[in-house]
Every structure is written in structure tokens, then in C-alpha cells.
């Protein structure tokens, strides 16, 4: 797996980014802290199912979606985690848990967490669980166009 198809997007539009590599890491926190990054700055992505449709959640690595409060957001009752099986063909180009948070990559809306968008940068994984791409959040949101919610989270 490698991140081609988002470095391609990012390099096709002029973005300024940096790319940083890390030994096998899976999970949101431990990805933070092995590229030296603060879990508020990390972002991590989660694949919900909404009335049978695919979004990204994109959180702090220190934070926990609370489901209850995304429904009651969205004032949508039927808003569940993804299952793998549910979303594994969407991305091909990516290992499983390492999404980058690119939803109009991958033809998904994409809901990020209000304090994430007042990080002058944020980082995440670039399609696989050894590398991480860190970039303004600006550029970020005018290229992914993310609705921002702001989340109750634990």
C-alpha cells in the first residue's frame, strides 16, 4: 500500500506538506507519539454508516467519539461505526486503519471535530500504518471541505 494517490492530489494542487515515516504503529496515539506529534494535532479517522451511506469522522488522536451526541448533530437516529467489511473496498490504496481523511478522495462526506480546525497544522496517517503526512489545516479544509461539528467527545 502506499499514499501515491494523496501525495498526487496534494502535489497536484500545490500543497505544502511533510511526510514523516515511523516503524509500524497502529493505533491513533501511538502513531502521535512515534512522529513526535501532539495527540490534539493528530488526527485520526473514523468511518461512520449513515442510514446506509459512508462518512468520515476525523477526531483528535486524544479524544473518543461519543455516537449518542454525532445522531443527535446530525438528527439522524440510524448513525453507526463502519464495519470493515463495510468500507475495506472504498479504499484500496490504503491499509486498514490508516485512512487518510481525504472523504472526497474516497467519495464520502467528511465531519471534523471543531478543535481540530483551530490547529494551525494537523497530521494523519497517508494510507499506511508507517507514514504520516503533516500539513496546514487550512490547506486541509479548502481542498476537503469538511462540515465542522463541534463534537462531544471523551
Known amino acids: 500500500m502506499s499514499s501515491t494517490r494523496l501525495k498526487a492530489f496534494l502535489d497536484g494542487r500545490g500543497v505544502k506538506y511533510v511526510t514523516l515515516l515511523h516503524s509500524a504503529a497502529f493505533t491513533a496515539a501511538e502513531v502521535a ?5 501532539t495527540g490534539r494535532d493528530f488526527a485520526k479517522t473514523l468511518v461512520v454508516n449513515i442510514d446506509g451511506d459512508l462518512a468520515m469522522v476525523v477526531l483528535p488522536a486524544t479524544r473518543r467519539l461519543v455516537l449518542s451526541d454525532l445522531r443527535e448533530m446530525l438528527e439522524n437516529t440510524s448513525v453507526q461505526l463502519a464495519t ?31 478543535n481540530l480546525s483551530d490547529e494551525p497544522e494537523i497530521a494523519f ?11 496546514a489545516y487550512g490547506d486541509f479544509e479548502r481542498l476537503v471541505n469538511p462540515t465542522v461539528l463541534d463534537f462531544i467527545t471523551t
Not at 33 to 37: D, L, N
Not at 92 to 114: H, I, K, Q, R, T
Request: net charge negative; hydrophobic share 45%.
Open 84 to 114: 470493515e467489511a463495510e468500507f475495506l473496498s472504498r479504499f484500496p490504496d490504503c491499509e486498514v486503519g490508516a485512512m487518510p481523511p481525504f472523504g472526497n478522495l474516497y467519495d464520502m462526506p467528511v465531519f471534523v471535530a471543531s
Open 33 to 37: 507519539a512515534s512522529t513526535h506529534v
Open 125 to 135: 496517517n497517508a494510507g499506511t500504518h508507517t507514514e504520516v503526512i503533516k500539513m
